[in-house]
Each structure stands twice: as structure tokens, then as C-alpha cells.
């Protein structure tokens, strides 16, 4: 139903800058709250960020407080996560995904989600 696609991961030096975008297709963009997660070797999938359908609420996880920021392009039907100061710490596989529900700070409240991005950050 619908489609989300990742891009814009790399390997990246720490203090290092990327931004990563998930493309969303085959359903309403607008009218899902977007998020945000990342899984390490051998970690379970963590929450990074959400964002809420109108892009006037924003949520971060503490480990990436005033480092990441999310936004949203809902006439492009895009979501973006800026990640600066990058550690090697946050060296995962990112991964897009979409809720029609408002539990959006818990992996079991999103219905979609995209094949994921590998981000690598050297020391």
C-alpha cells in the first residue's frame, strides 16, 4: 500500500554531516506521522526521531537531541533527517517508516517502513 525508500547514507568521519530522505509513495503522505528509527550490529531497533503529520511537532530520541534534526516536505512527499556532530556511536542501519496512529515513539506504532540506509561513522 505504501512505499517508502531511504537514501543518503554513506561512510562519514566523526563530526561529519548527512542527510538522509525517505521518499514515500502509494498512499497519503500528509496524513501519516513520520519516524525515524536505527538498528547496530547485533542491537535492537532503537527510535531516533518522529515527526507529526503537519511537521509542527518534532520528538528526538536523547542520544540524538542537538544533533539530528527531522523535517518534512509534504508537497514532495519526503522526510528528512539531518544528522551533524556524527559519532562513530551512530553507525547503523536507518530506517524510515510511517504511522497513522499517534504511538509514534514505539517501533509496534508504525505500519510502514523502508528498506533501510547504512550510515558508518569512522573514528
Known amino acids: 500500500q505504501v512505499q517508502l525508500v531511504e537514501s543518503g547514507g554513506g561512510l562519514v568521519q566523526a563530526g561529519d554531516s548527512l542527510r538522509l530522505s525517505c521518499a514515500a509513495s502509494g498512499g497519503t503522505f500528509s496524513s501519516y506521522h513520520m519516524g525515524w528509527f536505527r538498528q547496530a550490529p547485533g542491537k535492537e531497533r532503537e527510535f531516533a526521531a518522529r515527526?507529526?503529520?503537519?511537521?509542527?511537532?518534532?520528538y528526538y530520541a536523547e542520544s540524538v537531541k542537538g544533533r539530528f534534526t527531522i523535517s518534512r516536505d509534504n508537497a514532495k512527499n519526503t522526510v528528512y533527517l539531518q544528522m551533524n556532530s556524527l559519532r562513530p556511536e551512530d553507525t547503523a542501519v536507518y530506517y524510515c517508516a510511517a504511522a497513522e496512529g499517534s504511538r509514534t515513539l514505539y517501533l509496534s506504532g508504525y505500519e510502514y517502513w523502508g528498506q533501510g540506509t547504512q550510515v558508518t561513522v569512522s573514528s
Open positions: 515527526i507529526s503529520w503537519s511537521g509542527d511537532r518534532t
